[in-house]
């Protein structure tokens, strides 16, 4: 379908991959159990939902194979979208835990990495066309190797990402390296057509493809309202600390 739908998902990772970070930063100075959860629901659904999962069913709009028809299983394409969910959110979890105890980076790396690695091929296991379908080893190894290389950068994002430029830059390449993870499972993808088979059950790629990028779209619009709406706690602590400066410096009778 052109070069049109990379930069779509490209784009659509970047931009999940910059806010999802930036919610998950507002865990990390949430001032109450409440608020914390908030920003982990909602970094969990951007980061996992549209920064990882929508980001890689999208370029499957200009998935296509010679002399057969090309229809995907429902079910398969919500156990999908579930796996990339969970398996953010045990990271988040992992890597901001509620306890006061430090960081985990590196397992929480793992877990990420594991569900950046296996979603792609889930995606493609709901993939129902007229013919057999084998894997090559050599692009599924190098796609494995980037998915954990890359859930090892977004892991530092949500550690040392603190100001809006790093952020920036993270999804700028957090959502590139999820776009090749997706491309390199595709690549390994090996269709045999096979004419005796017949047409396949299921559903039309834009049949969900369609409402779920306006879910993803409205999804976002929550924790970009969320931020410019809710001051940051740091710099109202620092404001409440100054004010109150000032009033003891007024108070203070000079001699």
């Known amino acids: 379908m052109g070069p049109w739908v990379i930069?779509?998902?490209?784009?659509?990772s970047a931009i999940?991959?910059?806010?999802?970070?930036?919610?998950?930063?507002?865990?990390?100075?949430?001032?109450?159990?409440?608020?914390?959860?908030f920003w982990l629901v909602v970094?969990?659904?951007?980061l996992g939902g549209v920064g990882v999962w929508l980001a890689q069913?999208?370029?499957?709009?200009?998935?296509?194979?010679?002399?057969?028809?090309?229809?995907?299983?429902?079910?398969?394409?919500?156990f999908s979208m579930l796996l990339a969910l969970v398996t953010v959110f045990m990271a988040l979890l992992i890597a901001s835990p509620s306890d006061g105890s430090s960081s985990r980076t590196e397992p929480a790396a793992l877990v990420l990495g594991?569900?950046?690695?296996?979603?792609?091929?889930?995606?493609?296991?709901?993939?129902?066309?007229?013919?057999?379908?084998?894997?090559?080893?050599?692009?599924?190894?190098?796609?494995?190797?980037?998915?954990?290389?890359?859930?090892?950068?977004?892991?530092?994002?949500?550690?040392?990402?603190?100001?809006?430029?790093?952020?920036?830059?993270?999804?700028?390449?957090?959502?590139?390296a999820v776009v090749v993870v997706h491309f390199l499972a595709a690549a390994s993808i090996r269709v045999t057509p096979d004419a005796t088979v017949p047409a396949p059950a299921g559903i039309e790629v834009f049949a969900i493809l369609f409402p779920l990028f306006v879910a993803g779209l409205l999804m976002l619009v929550v924790p970009i309202v969320a931020v410019l709406l809710a001051p940051d706690r740091v710099a109202a602590q620092l404001e409440r600390e100054a004010d109150e400066w000032n009033a003891e410096t007024f108070r203070t009778p000079t001699r």
């Open 16 to 37: 999940g991959v910059f806010v999802g970070v930036t919610s998950v930063r507002k865990v990390r100075t949430a001032g109450s159990d409440r608020v914390r959860r």
């Open 43 to 46: 970094a969990c659904l951007v």
């Open 57 to 78: 069913f999208l370029p499957m709009a200009g998935f296509a194979v010679e002399n057969s028809v090309v229809r995907y299983d429902l079910v398969t394409i919500v």
């Open 7 to 12: 930069l779509l998902a490209y784009l659509t």
């Open 114 to 176: 594991a569900g950046l690695a296996a979603v792609p091929y889930v995606i493609m296991w709901s993939v129902r066309t007229q013919g057999e379908v084998s894997f090559n080893l050599i692009f599924v190894g190098a796609g494995v190797l980037v998915a954990f290389v890359t859930a090892a950068g977004l892991m530092w994002l949500v550690q040392h990402a603190d100001t809006w430029p790093k952020r920036l830059v993270g999804g700028v390449l957090g959502g590139a």
